[in-house]
Structure formats: C-alpha cells, structure tokens
C-alpha cells in the first residue's frame, strides 16, 4: 500500500513537473499585442493579403522558415523573449503547430497591419486590436485549465506585455485620407490614439496584467516607401511624418505616467525607439551598415508582402548590410539591435 501511495506521489509530481514549464527567468511569460513589428504569424491564419509567410521571408530565419514574421530572420520579441531568458522565438497565437504548453513561456496576438483606431484594421482586413484582446481572454481560460487556476494567475500577473502599435494607424490611415475629409487635425488624431492606447492598457490591468512595456513610435518618415514617395527631392525622409512621431511619443509618454499612477500596481513603462532608430538611419556605419535609404528585398523602394517574394530578382544576397529587410520593416539585424537597446534601457527592471 504503501509502495502504491509513493508511486502515485512521483507520478503526480512528474506530471507536475511537464505541466509548469521552469525557465529560471524571472519573467515566466513573454505576452505580445501590436502590429507587424512584433506579429510572428499570425496573419498567416487570417483572410488578408498581407501575409509574408513565403519566401524570401524568413531566408535567415532557423531552417530558413518563412514564418509570416515580416523580416528575413527573428523580429525584436524574440530576441527580448531570449534576453530575459525564455525560448528563442515568440509562438503565434493562430499557429496550429504550437499548443497551450508553448504559449505558457509566451505568445503572441499581433496583427500586421493593425492599429489602435478600429479604422486602420479594416484598410486591409487584418485583426483588430479588440480581437487580440478577445483571443488573450481565451488564452486565459486555456492556461488556467492547463496550469490551474494559481498557478496561471502568476504567470498572468508577473508575466511582461509588449504592446507595439501605432504607426499603421498614420501610414496605413489618417495620411491616406484626403485632408479635407480627415475627421481629426493632426494633433486631436494623435489625443484620440493615445486615449485608445490607455483604454487597451487599462483593459488588460484589469484582465491581471501588470507588468507591461508600450513601444512608441519610430521615425517613419525615414521608411523606404515614404523616402520613395520623395524621390524628386533626392528621396530624403519626410520631416512632417517625423515630427508627428516624435510629437505622439511625448504624448504617449505622458499617458504612461498618468497610468501609473492611477492604476494600483501597474508597472508600465514606454519603450521610445525613435532616437536609437534615428541614429541608425543617420549613422548607419556606426552599426555596421551600408545601406538605410533602400531596402533589401527588390528594388528596396516599394515592395513589401507579395511584391516581395522569390521571384524578385533583385533581392540582396546580404541583409546585415541593410537597415531595412523590405519597403516597410527592419531586417533581423535591426531588429536585435533595437531589442538589446530595449531590454538594456527599458526593460532592466524587469530582469
């Protein structure tokens, strides 16, 4: 009887042991919400032609998989998810191939193509950001039956929220509509998406999150489509969509303080790339690259998703030497650059 009681005891324990995946990080999960910065896949599963789950997509990536990551290797959660000592890659939500024992360390929601305004999500038909919250309240139901009710709510509470969005809603949104017809000036749009931004944040505080980073926004004046829509005037970035991203993120910084003192127990911090990705642009030697004004995939002006696929013939054989992978998104290098940046100088706390 007694063997019998002992055997059951290990037994349970071993199963115990599969059930709650130990990392020795101190962050146990890595839980991502955005747009095609950080979508690792999802789209792939969605009905949208904004897909890059083909090659050459993901050309650098483990085994050279295309993944629906929109770069030629690992996007910055992934590298963020290593640094602070969990899996190499952050899992898709939508990916059949990954079940609730992988999207305990960590998982994504991202749509690329998204934005904080419910508009943006519909130019061209991706999730918008209420899905992802939808589909997060899922996955809190599937990790607590997976883990048990205290142990998933740890992992929820002491889990990290990296949220990037935002530059779709100018680019793919308000810039698109002619100015005469734009609801919003410039100024009241960028009020109307930071109070967006802390709606989502005060949605999923109280869903149990608490330790979250909100990502500003990048000098995207200085992407290779817009330098391209300049190309009469020597294809230089455009300063007036700059000035709006370095505008929103003072905004947007300000709302994370008022935030943090507001929600009891939050630790909120806003990660601000525009700086450390100027740098890049304007020095790209400093880092080891030759090329920012173009880039890799085709002809570096214009291409991206489907336009930037294995029949391309003039895609580079090198993308470390480029800042950006397509017209649109930073290559790999990039990518691990800007994480190291992050996890050294926003997310220290957290590790």
Not at 258 to 277: A, C, H, M, R, W
């Amino acid at each position: 009887m007694l063997r019998n009681r002992v055997l059951a005891f290990l037994l349970l324990g071993s199963q115990l042991l599969v059930q709650i995946p130990e990392t020795g990080a101190k962050v146990p999960a890595l839980i991502v919400f955005g747009d095609s910065t950080v979508d690792s896949g999802n789209n792939n599963r969605i009905s949208t032609v904004l897909k890059s789950n083909f090659p050459p997509y993901g050309r650098d990536y483990f085994g050279g998989k295309s993944t629906g990551r929109f770069s030629n290797g690992r996007i910055a959660p992934d590298f963020i998810s290593e640094g602070l000592g969990l899996k190499n890659t952050v899992p898709a939500y939508l990916d059949p191939a990954y079940t609730i024992t992988d999207f305990a360390t960590g998982v994504c929601f991202a749509s690329a193509g998204t934005g904080l305004d419910n508009a943006t999500s519909a130019v061209l038909s991706v999730m918008p950001l209420w899905k992802e919250v939808e589909y997060y309240k899922e996955y809190q139901t599937r990790l607590r039956s997976y883990l048990g009710e205290q142990k998933a709510n740890e992992v929820i509470s002491e889990a990290l929220y990296l949220i990037s969005i935002g530059t779709n809603d100018f680019l793919e949104n308000y810039y698109l509509v002619p100015r005469k017809l734009r609801r919003y000036s410039v100024s009241e749009y960028q009020d109307f998406l930071v109070g967006l931004a802390g709606d989502f944040v005060t949605d999923i505080y109280r869903l149990g999150a608490r330790k979250m980073s909100l990502s500003g926004l990048s000098p995207f004046g200085c992407l290779p489509l817009e330098r391209t829509t300049q190309i009469f005037y020597g294809s230089k970035c455009i300063e007036e969509y700059n000035t709006v991203a370095r505008d929103f993120n003072i905004k947007m910084n300000e709302k994370v303080s008022k935030l943090n003192s507001e929600l009891t127990g939050i630790q909120l911090v806003f990660s601000n790339p525009y700086d450390l990705v100027s740098q890049i642009i304007h020095q790209p030697e400093a880092f080891g690259f030759h090329n920012v004004r173009s880039a890799c995939c085709g002809t570096g002006y214009y291409e991206m998703s489907y336009l930037c696929d294995k029949m391309n013939p003039f895609t580079c054989s090198d993308a470390s030497k480029y800042v950006f992978w397509d017209s649109f998104h930073p290559t790999e290098k990039t990518n691990s650059i800007v994480a190291t940046h992050v996890l050294k100088n926003d997310l220290s706390r957290f590790q």
